[in-house]
């Protein structure tokens, strides 16, 4: 049986892959067009997504603070002015990565310690980071389509239940 997490998870690459999908399908410019919301366009949101879960990889994986800070601003100059293929390859990437953590992790309820150097220490579960991970994306595909329709483009359905219905109704 699929832990729900690793099930979330599933979600979360599925839902971006959906978006990426329909990306592809508009104009280059919706991509850099800069536009007044909580980032300037939608590749600075999808360089963000990028980051926070590279970041939440090695936060999994139990990569030391140390080796994980320096690593931030790499990760996202990585992701700058990248075309919507570029983008797709760099989070199929971290996909990948993740899927081969999640295949490495057979207790997902194990519990992890995060220290933080501002807000302090966390003493969580594999699997709370993950559904994180999750809802962080969920929160910035939503994002994308605002900014999205704000040019002019409609957004793409990337809600749970349609993955859940594309699957054929079950899990």
């Not at 080796?67 to 919507?84: D, L, R, S």
């Not at 295949?103 to 309820?109: E, M, V």
Request: no cysteine.
């Amino acid at each position: 049986m699929v832990h729900h997490s690793h099930q979330s998870y599933d979600y979360h690459a599925w839902a971006n892959d959906r978006l990426f999908a329909h990306l592809r399908q508009l104009p280059e410019e919706a991509l850099h067009t800069e536009v007044t919301s909580v980032f300037s366009s939608v590749s600075h949101v999808l360089g963000h997504i990028y980051l926070f879960d590279r970041l939440y990889l090695s936060v999994l994986s139990e990569v030391p603070n140390e080796e994980i800070f320096p690593k931030m601003q790499g990760w996202t100059e990585e992701a700058q002015g990248k075309t919507v293929e570029q983008l797709h390859t760099l989070f199929a990437d971290v996909t990948e990565q993740y899927r081969g953590l999640l295949r490495r992790t057979p207790n997902p309820d194990k519990e992890i310690t995060i220290e933080h150097p501002r807000y302090g220490r966390l003493d969580t579960r594999f699997s709370e980071i993950l559904q994180h991970v999750v809802n962080h994306g969920t929160y910035h595909r939503g994002n994308i389509t605002a900014m999205l329709r704000q040019q002019g483009h409609a957004g793409v359905p990337t809600d749970y239940l349609f993955y859940i219905l594309e699957r054929g109704g079950s899990l």
